[in-house]
């Protein structure tokens, strides 16, 4: 089987780090306060919504690398501890069951250190969830978050190259957004691959350089 060698590079795990805030930068304060001293906020719900593609499971997999759990479709209120942080995904799926256990978690939260950082395909009010859960989501910090635009990931690959200490060609980004995976994450990784493929060939990060590395390989 063929595969170019961009969609051989690994995609690197989702951290704040590499997450590009753009117009949501508001929300990864918040979120970062909410990690960084639970306790003292009186906040216990944080709730992501947005398009597929604008960061809200890249930021739950990332609060998830800081030791915030899941929840399990098969948990059951009994076997959760409220003074635990918890990280849920795609709240919009959750079954009947795991929406009553959720809900008497966050319950539980409200006099515990425990906070819950969920993520969604709606605001709250929209959510096609029970109605008490969907109102106690939205009584805490609510973010819409917004995808970035070209015109910003190509700013935001711009400041890395000159982080590392070159210039980045226009064509060089045009052609990374147009055959290279679109997440931040992926195209920061592969803006690192290919400057260490400049230093170890001597050669200038330029579009044909780029295209050598995208040639389809054998694997």
Not at 65 to 80: D, I, K, N, V, Y
Not at 191 to 212: M, Y
Request: with cysteine; proline share 5%.
């Amino acid at each position: 089987m063929k595969q170019l060698v961009l969609d051989l590079i690994p995609t690197p795990a989702p951290t704040f780090a590499n997450f590009v805030a753009g117009r949501n930068a508001e929300a990864l304060s918040a979120l970062g306060g909410l990690l960084e001293s639970a306790a003292d906020v009186p906040a216990k719900i944080l709730y992501l919504w947005g398009v597929p593609g604008s960061g809200k499971s890249h930021l739950i997999d990332a609060c998830r690398g800081l030791g915030c759990e899941s929840l399990s479709p098969q948990a059951s209120p009994g076997t959760l501890d409220a003074a635990n942080r918890y990280a849920v995904d795609a709240i919009q799926s959750l079954n009947d069951d795991a929406q009553q256990t959720l809900f008497d978690l966050i319950n539980r939260q409200q006099m515990s250190s425990g906070f819950l950082v969920a993520a969604g395909n709606a605001a709250p009010r929209d959510l096609a969830l029970r109605r008490d859960l969907a109102s106690r989501l939205g009584s805490g910090l609510v973010f819409q978050l917004h995808p970035l635009s070209d015109a910003e990931k190509a700013e935001a690959l711009n400041a890395h190259a000159r982080s590392r200490g070159f210039l980045l060609r226009e064509e060089v980004i045009v052609y990374l957004l147009r055959h290279a995976r679109r997440d931040m994450a992926s195209l920061i990784q592969m803006l690192n691959a290919l400057d260490q493929h400049s230093l170890e060939t001597g050669r200038e990060i330029t579009l044909p350089l780029l295209k050598e590395m995208s040639q389809p390989s054998l694997v």
